[in-house]
């Protein structure tokens, strides 16, 4: 009996010290992954320019000059936006998963990216401002996603998870049936190539006055999922049991929905629709420190910053031109998870 006791308390203890492990590792190559960023580019940094720039920006000695416009006006603000969508899209789609309890959900299944994309692209056919066309696209995201949630109230069955999931993909296939009417409307020269450029993921847009808005959003929806990640591991074990365990299994859902879809419309709205980081990464980060919800949350997104940047760092350095992010998602996302299918089956048990 002792031997067994002291097993239980260990095990714990050994996973507790895992995680920290994990993040501590994740923190630095993100912190790595972000040098690279802001060194690489058609103006080529080295590390010492970079950290210096920095330094002084900090104490408030910043000289006006190449490397500061360079670093603080165009790269940074990118790779701040990266890390933001990366970890929205990752946080995204572990709690989605968690909440549905279903390895395959994306942060799309409710619809959010189709409606953001459908109100961005409508943006673009009516020749509206960047800012506009963002606008646009975050409203129409969260509307989507409230048409779902109050057609799957309005059905009143048993099995609401089930509801949810096919008013999700009802609604999701209307916005994109709106999508494609758009294109086949907007004119072919100047308004379809951006509009298709868009549907397919990029950052170059972003600017330091974006980043004044998307910042606070994410924050937002990220931190309900944080203060609540106890309650929502419990939604796992499945209705009955969190109600048992004395979970408000509706309040808890409808907070996750929210805020996964805050954050999924935010970062949609910014940067188009990109694909595979909030279905892959999750697997990802329980194939680090095991399925519990209160340690995949920060990993994933830890995962998801770090991915992306790394992603799009490669978009606009690898090729003359920019490559879409959501391209280089799926060549890295579809055989990846593949492979964690293959070898992870414990991943989710």
Not at 19 to 30: C, Y
Not at 234 to 260: C, P, T, Y
């Amino acid at each position: 009996m002792p031997s067994s006791i002291d097993s239980s308390v260990v095990r714990p203890r050994a996973d507790a010290r895992r995680s920290a492990v994990v993040i501590g590792g994740l923190l630095v190559i993100l912190l790595l992954a972000v040098l690279l960023a802001a060194m690489l580019g058609p103006y080529p940094l080295t590390p010492g320019e970079v950290i210096a720039a920095i330094a002084r920006r900090v104490i408030g000695t910043a000289q006006p000059g190449p490397v500061d416009t360079v670093l603080f006006q165009i790269r940074l603000p990118r790779v701040a936006a990266a890390l933001l969508v990366g970890a929205a899209l990752a946080a995204a789609g572990a709690s989605y998963q968690t909440l549905f309890r279903n390895p395959l959900v994306s942060p799309d299944i409710l619809g959010v990216s189709a409606g953001a994309g459908f109100g961005a692209v409508l943006g673009i056919l009516l020749s509206l401002p960047v800012f506009a066309i963002q606008g646009l696209g975050f409203v129409t995201g969260m509307i989507t996603v409230g048409i779902v949630y109050t057609l799957a109230r309005a059905l009143r069955s048993q099995n609401e998870i089930l509801v949810l999931v096919l008013a999700g993909i009802v609604v999701g296939a209307l916005a994109g049936a709106g999508i494609s009417l758009v294109k086949i409307l907007a004119d072919p020269y100047n308004q379809l190539p951006a509009i298709t450029f868009w549907l397919l993921g990029s950052l170059s847009g972003i600017k330091v006055a974006d980043m004044q808005t998307v910042a606070p959003l994410v924050l937002l929806g990220l931190v309900p999922l944080g203060l609540l990640r106890w309650r929502i591991g419990v939604l796992s074990l499945g209705d009955d049991e969190a109600k048992a365990l004395g979970v408000n299994v509706r309040f808890v859902r409808g907070v996750v929905i929210l805020a996964a879809t805050l954050i999924t419309a935010t970062a949609v709205s910014v940067s188009g629709v990109i694909g595979w980081i909030g279905l892959v990464i999750p697997h990802m980060a329980r194939l680090l420190v095991g399925p519990r919800y209160d340690r995949v949350l920060p990993v994933a997104a830890l995962m998801g910053a770090a991915f992306l940047v790394l992603i799009d760092t490669v978009a606009r350095t690898a090729a003359r031109i920019e490559i879409p992010l959501g391209l280089l998602t799926a060549l890295f996302g579809a055989p990846v998870f593949v492979w964690l299918l293959a070898r992870g089956r414990r991943m989710w048990s």
